[in-house]
């Protein structure tokens, strides 16, 4: 089936020590996102990839980064975490002005 | 601004009983529109969409929605919830032109009493 997966499931890391999250998809779309979410709270876009271009969001702190090398594959960088990037990263892909399918996201616990 | 509310932070439904989530939408022009799912630990699962057509408009899982524009709303009904409806679901909108954010809703938790 195509699909949009997250490894890992779960990343333990600790304060200031880098992080990478990884997303792959399937269904070939051009479009890439990242989303924090927060216990209780809906997602919160990060950035995106639209083709190999970037996009960020003007809220989202210098610490996150993203790549993305090729279609399928999109990484989410943390380059010094702090507590409160504690969260669920969810990986979502799309046509342009089209659905957004997510992956199971990926829970970081930072120590 | 374009905004979407959900109304209810918590609903509680017995088993068995029918289910109607609230929307609302604040756009310019009639966004596209969605309902997604979440169980505690996951992802988002689509649920439904709307782009144009019929108002009511069918999803998985028994699920289906109708388009009011007239009350800018997008609800989510369901005639009879099962104990595995329990969730968060979330109400989003798109802009229908060019590459447009996806806009959550709050999000409503569902719990299911026996």
């Known amino acids: 089936d195509a699909m949009v997966i997250q490894n890992p499931r779960y990343q333990v890391t600790q304060f200031g020590k880098p992080v990478t999250l990884s997303c792959s998809q399937t269904?070939?779309?051009?479009?890439m996102y990242w989303y924090q979410q927060k216990s209780s709270q809906a997602p919160k876009l990060l950035f995106h990839?639209?083709?190999?271009?970037?996009?960020n969001e003007a809220d989202t702190p210098d610490n996150f980064q993203s790549r993305r090398p090729n279609t399928s594959f999109c990484f989410l960088d943390i380059r010094s975490p702090g507590l409160g990037d504690a969260a669920m990263y969810l990986c979502a892909t799309s046509r342009v002005a089209d659905t957004q399918y997510f992956g199971p996201g990926t829970r970081l616990t930072v120590l | 601004a374009q905004s979407v509310t959900q109304p209810d932070i918590h609903i509680t439904v017995s088993e068995g009983a029918s289910l109607e989530l609230r929307c609302n939408y604040s756009y310019g022009a009639t966004p596209y529109l969605f309902w997604y799912v979440q169980s505690p630990g996951q992802g988002l699962q689509l649920l439904l969409k709307?782009?144009?057509?019929?108002?009511l408009v069918q999803g998985i899982k028994g699920f289906e929605a109708e388009f009011k524009r007239s009350q800018s709303s997008f609800n989510l009904r369901k005639p009879s919830v099962h104990w595995s409806d329990a969730a968060e679901y979330f109400c989003a909108a798109q802009g229908n032109t060019g590459f447009q954010k996806l806009v959550f809703g709050t999000g409503t938790r569902l719990l299911v009493s026996p």
């Open positions: 990839y639209y083709d190999k271009d970037f996009n």
């Open positions: 269904l070939n779309h051009n479009v």
């Open positions: 709307y782009f144009s057509g019929d108002t």
